[in-house]
Nanobody, 128 residues
Framework: QVQLVESGGGLVQTGGSLRLSCVAS????????MGWFRQAPGKEREFVAA????????YYADSVKGRFTISRDNAKNTVFLQMNSLKPEDTAVYYC?????????????????????WGQGTQVIVSS
């Protein structure tokens, strides 16, 4: 059973930056696609970004493309989300997620993701 623990959230002004981290344990981290989601108050959880097992492929929601960067360090079992040019509409609880099966394919809009494990989330608040 994989465990995911996010950190790095906080309060930041519009235009600022934050870097989220998610540490995974309980299985071989480098075999799995990793992703980030977010959920704003009163809204459904939405996809933010995904990264392939090696880090060679990434995929982003249109709302964050060009501002957010997902990356991973397989030696440290950690996936990151660098968030720049933050906007008030980025305010949400951010969740790390992963799939139940290993995958060595690229990630893009055509891929059918199967997110099965989630972290507890970390709060991001962007003030205007």
């Amino acid at each position: 059973q994989v465990q995911l623990v996010e950190s790095g959230g906080g309060l930041v002004q519009t235009g600022g930056s934050l870097r989220l981290s998610c540490v995974a344990s309980g299985r071989t981290f480098s075999d799995y696609v990793m992703g980030w989601f977010r959920q704003a108050p009163g809204k459904e959880r939405e996809f933010v970004a995904a990264i392939s097992w090696s880090g060679s492929y990434t995929y982003y929601a249109d709302s964050v493309k060009g501002r957010f960067t997902i990356s991973r360090d397989n030696a440290k079992n950690t996936v990151f989300l660098q968030m720049n040019s933050l906007k008030p509409e980025d305010t949400a609880v951010y969740y790390c997620a992963t799939e139940s099966s290993p995958s060595y394919t690229k990630v893009d809009g055509s891929r059918n993701f199967r997110w099965t494990s989630w972290g507890q989330g970390t709060q991001v608040i962007v003030s205007s």
